[in-house]
């Protein structure tokens, strides 16, 4: 089945204590995507992969990271988590960075609770 | 750049009753116009697309929506609302140069009353 899948699905962590989350598609997709859903807000950009090695930021990328070392994988770092990321968290992947028209593919999202 | 404004943040039909979500967009170039619908504890899935050619698009489930160029609009429609229907809506834009980024509106949440 084609997917998009984010591990973990729910996480509580602390102040500063790094994590990272998982994103994994299994379409083959060049574009990938991290967007986190607040309430009354939409989905925002964080960082965006158009290729292997090839990542950049979006509209809210501080406090996070990424990485794209194998074209399925795209995951989101957070080195020191602060309040203020508590968030709903969703990957999406597109099959080409090239056309704005395709559809992205959303994972099932992964909500983060910072404490 | 472009962005989206979806008016109101709620929206209460009957079942059976027409649905009407409004959309509005602004880019500086021809635009890409998506609906997405998050149904509660899932991830977004693709309700429709506007890209180029006919502007009345019809999507799954019976919905559709017609892009207006002169009213800068992208409103999603179905005649008959459903049970089923009850979700988060959101509406899109994105453009063919750039990143293939998403811009998305705040989003409306669509309540079916029995």
């Known amino acids: 089945e084609a997917q998009v899948t984010q591990n973990p699905r729910y996480l509580i962590t602390v102040t500063g204590k790094k994590l990272t989350v998982t994103c994994s598609q299994n379409?083959?997709?060049?574009?990938m995507s991290w967007y986190r859903q607040d309430p009354g807000l939409g989905l925002r950009q964080i960082y965006y992969s158009m290729n292997v090695e090839v990542t950049d930021k979006g509209d809210v990328p501080e406090g996070y990271k990424v990485s794209r070392k194998e074209k399925r994988n795209f995951p989101l770092i957070l080195e020191s988590p602060s309040p203020n990321q508590t968030s709903l968290y969703f990957c999406a992947s597109s099959f080409t960075r090239l056309a704005g028209h395709n559809e992205q593919f959303f994972g099932p999202g992964t909500r983060l609770t910072v404490l | 750049a472009q962005s989206v404004t979806q008016l109101g943040s709620h929206v209460s039909v009957s079942e059976g009753a027409l649905v009407l979500l409004r959309c509005n967009y602004s880019s500086s170039v021809p635009p890409y116009l998506f609906w997405y619908v998050q149904y509660p504890n899932q991830g977004l899935q693709l309700l429709l697309k506007y890209t180029t050619g006919a502007t009345l698009v019809k999507g799954i489930n019976g919905f559709e929506a017609e892009f207006k160029k002169s009213e800068t609009s992208f409103h999603l429609t179905k005649p008959s609302a459903h049970m089923s229907d009850a979700a988060e809506y959101f509406c899109a834009v994105s453009v063919r140069l750039g990143n293939s980024k998403l811009t998305f509106g705040k989003g409306i949440t669509l309540s079916v009353r029995p």
């Open positions: 379409m083959n997709h060049e574009y």
